[in-house]
Antibody, heavy 125, light 111 residues
Framework: QITLKESGPTLVKPTQTLTLTCSFS??????????VGWVRQPPGKALEWLAL???????RFSPSLRSRLTIAKDTSKNQVVLTLTNIDPVDTATYYC?????????????????WGQGTLVTVSS | QSVLTQPPSVSGAPGQRVTISCTGN?????????VHWYQQFPGAGPKLLIY???NRPSGVPDRFSGSKSGTSASLAITGLQAEDEADYYC???????????FGTGTKVTVL
């Protein structure tokens, strides 16, 4: 059974840095093709992909947020950490941890097979 | 930003068939990238419903089906049930706007 769980602050002040941790089980970021990353959803709005880190340490970021995002993995702890700098009220959202499996033989382009329950982060002074 | 366009809402009576469109362009769906669909209930995280255009993960009822043609894709729900009332999002890849993009989302209402 694959599970992902997000943890981090629920309230962050503007200009601060947000750090979120995804702790997962049932998958390994040492397995070929596997990726773990983040998607967010502002209240009442659509989903927005943020970042992914792959088994080979390749990292991908949303172009609109690239300058503010970092992502790192700790394979010994089965964790992925996302940081978002210079946070603003528009960054208020539920942040989801996601898992993408090896797409070999499936098709062209990855999908997000498993999702965490999400964590709501509010940005306010 | 959402570069895949979906209708804001669709509705149908129980037992009816409804379809949700997902319209992209030559940088995403039209470039040959697969389309995937997610179902999201209020207050819950999304769940993978269809992957690679038409494949259902284990446990997804066969009343859900997907298709893709040209620069668009569709999700069909046949034999609509009250429990299908949720938000639905399509997702693909985009070679010019970043690796992964989502649709604008569609709310399905069962009348």
């Amino acid at each position: 059974q694959i599970t992902l769980k997000e943890s981090g602050p629920t309230l962050v002040k503007p200009t601060q840095t947000l750090t979120l941790t995804c702790s997962f089980s049932g998958i390994s970021l040492t397995t070929y093709g596997v990726g773990v990353g983040w998607v967010r959803q502002p209240p009442g709005k659509a989903l927005e992909w943020l970042a992914l880190i792959y088994w080979d340490d390749d990292q991908r970021f949303s172009p609109s947020l690239r300058s503010r995002l970092t992502i790192a993995k700790d394979t010994s702890k089965n964790q992925v950490v996302l940081t978002l700098t210079n946070i603003d009220p528009v960054d208020t959202a539920t942040y989801y941890c996601i898992h993408t499996p090896d797409p070999t033989g499936v098709g062209l382009g990855r999908y997000f097979h498993h999702w965490g329950q999400g964590t709501l982060v509010t940005v306010s002074s | 930003q959402s570069v895949l366009t979906q209708p804001p809402s669709v509705s149908g009576a129980p037992g009816q068939r409804v379809t949700i469109s997902c319209t992209g362009n030559s940088s995403n769906i039209g470039a040959g990238y697969d389309v995937h669909w997610y179902q999201q209930f209020p207050g819950a995280g999304p769940k993978l419903l269809i992957y690679a255009n038409k494949n259902r993960p284990s446990g997804v009822p066969d009343r859900f089906s997907g298709s893709k043609s040209g620069t668009s894709a569709s999700l069909a729900i046949t034999g609509l049930q009250a429990e299908d009332e949720a938000d639905y999002y399509c997702q693909s890849c985009d070679i010019s706007l970043g690796d992964y993009v989502f649709g604008t989302g569609t709310k399905v209402t069962v009348l």
